[in-house]
């Protein structure tokens, strides 16, 4: 039995949209664009939605809206896919990294309110939280500028006292919901707290587009200013060849659009199929030795599960693990290694282990298995079976 560690659900109505298109004028910039944000602004309850090439593109025009430039500070986690925290180097600001909850794997609020309040007075005391290759240098300090959250897992991070945090000394809030979509956060949903959220539809997302993300907002100037910057800096009003601004190649095509459409039209579909995915292996991993299953917050009224992380007791061997399941035939990945002992990071701004105890323990024990919804119950019980073998001998 071959299980792949994930798998778009792609069905006939999602092949003809994306046909239809072919038979059209329209590939770029076209109709099926224009309906794909409205009915994702509709569905997220967002007054805007635009449409991007990818998650990363998203946060990259965030980043620059909320007016983030160089030397800027932005507080994050380090707990995430990379470029959570590359899309703030992009405009030569700096990731200010504070440590997670060990629980639901988000940014600790307590830890964020803490090295906000500690960067805004300046000092001995803010040093300590920026990277270790800046602390001894003359770098001269500035309030943060904006938190950029993280919904890591399809879990909305702890929202209110984040954005408390950020009224309190006037911080933009962006929300990474990339693996977020349909995520609620006590009865609403993910994506609608800050001043800008971004999704993503790679396929092995929730939803996908093939490639692609979509920004969504409440501020109209930034809207105005994401169609802009995602057209090469070209504003509604100018001529096809005018630029009014510095801008990028990161529009959504109308193919991936129209995939987006049909994708949309299921959503409900598709986050039931893999909740009901994640149900069976709650019901076959909670009782098993070594294992524990993911905690879902009392705040988290709907989860959206976009992989299935299972975390290790510290006594056992990952790479043993992950070694016999791969030996049964089974695929498995290690997420996420935290972000600031990636080799770029190490190196660019001195960090190493110990910096982010609980990010770097959460990190060395956690361990996704096969996930999507197409998986069958017996595909389910196959690898939870593979897992038990392996962790016998690990």
């Not at 069905?11 to 038979?23: D, K, N, R, Y």
């Not at 950020?166 to 990339?178: P, Q, S």
């Not at 105005?224 to 601004?245: E, I, K, T, V, Y």
């Not at 990071?345 to 910096?355: I, L, P």
Request: charged share 25%.
């Amino acid at each position: 039995m071959k299980i792949p560690m994930s798998s778009p659900d792609i069905t006939a109505a999602e092949i003809e949209a994306v046909s239809g298109v072919l038979c059209t004028p329209h590939l770029s910039l076209g109709p099926c664009l224009a309906e794909f944000e409205r009915r994702f602004a509709a569905y997220i309850g967002a007054p805007f939605a635009v449409g991007v090439s990818s998650g990363t593109a998203g946060l990259h025009l965030c980043v620059i809206a909320a007016g983030i430039g160089e030397g800027d500070l932005v507080i994050t986690t380090p707990f995430s896919f990379v470029a959570s925290a590359n899309v703030i180097l992009y405009e030569r600001a700096i990731p200010v990294f504070v440590d997670i909850d060990p629980l639901t794997l988000n940014i600790s609020p307590e830890q964020a309110a803490e090295a906000v309040h500690d960067l805004s007075k300046g000092g001995r005391a803010a040093r300590r939280w920026l990277p270790p290759a800046l602390r001894e240098s003359r770098f001269r300090f500035r309030p943060p500028k904006a938190l950029l959250p993280v919904h890591v897992f399809g879990q909305p991070a702890d929202m209110d006292p984040l954005l408390e945090i950020a009224r309190a000394y006037g911080l933009a809030v962006i929300e990474d919901a990339c693996e977020a979509i349909g995520a609620e956060y006590k009865g609403r949903k993910a994506g609608t707290f800050g001043d800008a959220a971004v999704f993503a539809f790679y396929p092995n997302k929730q939803m996908t587009t093939g490639e692609g993300g979509m920004i969504v907002t409440g501020r109209a100037g930034w809207e105005a200013l994401f169609r802009s910057l995602r057209n090469q800096g070209r504003d509604a009003d100018d001529g096809w060849l005018s630029h009014a601004r510095l801008g990028y190649n990161y529009r959504m095509d109308e193919m991936s659009a129209a995939l987006g459409l049909a994708q949309l039209a299921r959503i409900e579909e598709l986050l039931a199929k893999r909740e009901q995915v994640a149900r069976w292996y709650n019901e076959r991993l909670k009782e098993m030795e070594g294992i524990r299953i993911p905690f879902i917050a009392p705040t988290t009224t709907r989860m959206s599960w976009f992989v299935y992380v299972i975390r290790l007791a510290p006594e056992i061997s990952r790479d043993r693990v992950m070694a016999g399941l791969a030996a049964r035939g089974i695929p498995s990945r290690p997420y996420f290694p935290p972000i600031h002992l990636q080799p770029f990071y190490r190196e660019r701004f001195g960090y190493r282990e110990g910096c982010f105890p609980v990010a770097e323990a959460v990190a060395r024990s956690t361990l996704a298995l096969p996930f999507s919804g197409r998986m069958g119950e017996d595909q389910v019980e196959e690898v939870c079976r593979c897992l038990r073998e392996a962790l016998r001998h690990a």
